[in-house]
């Protein structure tokens, strides 16, 4: 999760909000990213979503499997049913995001039996490191009241 | 529809489940793409995805107001949750999906009022067409549907 949050960072200072994910099989990072939507121009540029596409360019497979996604946000329903699609065995999240979350807050579309892949789903590593990143971000760019 | 029935079509012909979908907005086709997964070997090349992600190429934003999306089965929890990332007005599709569909199937993501942004949902343009296609491309494979 420390990876994830350091590609966080770098997607704040970037003037992305500050989200990172880390791809890893066996120990072994696979593939990093942080959010690139503002940079990118791209409603899609998600860092789970650049995250997995990387992972699967670097094993050469869109099969995901034996992988666990970290991510210092809880996921949004794009990004929980792209964990889905790619058939990953796991998702870390650290903070929670009540407004949008899809993976236990407003949805749980890892653990749905009805689709046909189910992601096990750990919450809460790091939560208070991340959350603070998100608070100081959306703090410094919040203009001030006009006098 | 016919525009993305054709990308459909295409994507079965090179092997790929035959899902198309086109971007539109005020009477001009903005994108469009067929489904890619097992041509790009990318868990995320779903027709939507790549259908929104050179949208926002050709537009310059990621922000999609004004843009409709035609696609010819129900997008999954990943595309219905982009298409509201994306911001798009409005969604068609032609056959309901209901093993994986997420407006209106297993979810309705497009129209819940606690996210960010609503998308309306109009269902069964083409419906029986683009069924056919999917049909025979799996009698063809004897593959169960599994996107």
């Known amino acids: 999760m420390c990876l994830a949050l350091g590609e966080a960072r770098a997607a704040g200072e970037g003037g992305d909000v500050p989200i ?12 990093a990213a942080g959010n690139e939507r503002e ?23 869109w099969r995901l499997t034996g992988c666990s996604v970290y991510v210092t946000l809880e996921p949004c329903p ?3 049913g792209a964990l889905v699609a ?10 929670p995001d009540p407004k949008a979350g899809a993976c236990g807050s407003l ?16 919450a809460g590593f790091a939560a208070g490191e991340s959350a603070e990143l998100l608070r100081s971000f959306f703090a410094e760019r919040r203009e001030p009241l006009a006098e």
Request: glycine fraction near 6%; charged fraction near 20%.
């Open 20 to 31: 990172g994910a880390i791809v890893a099989r066996d120990g072994e990072v696979v593939a």
């Open 39 to 61: 940079a990118a121009g791209d409603p899609t540029a998600h860092a789970e979503i650049l995250a997995l596409r990387r992972a699967a360019t670097t094993l050469g497979s």
């Open 86 to 95: 790619a058939r990953v065995d796991r998702v870390v999240f650290a903070a």
């Open 107 to 122: 949805y749980n579309l890892c653990v749905d039996p009805r689709l046909n892949h189910e992601v096990e789903v750990v």
């Open 78 to 80: 794009m990004c929980a």
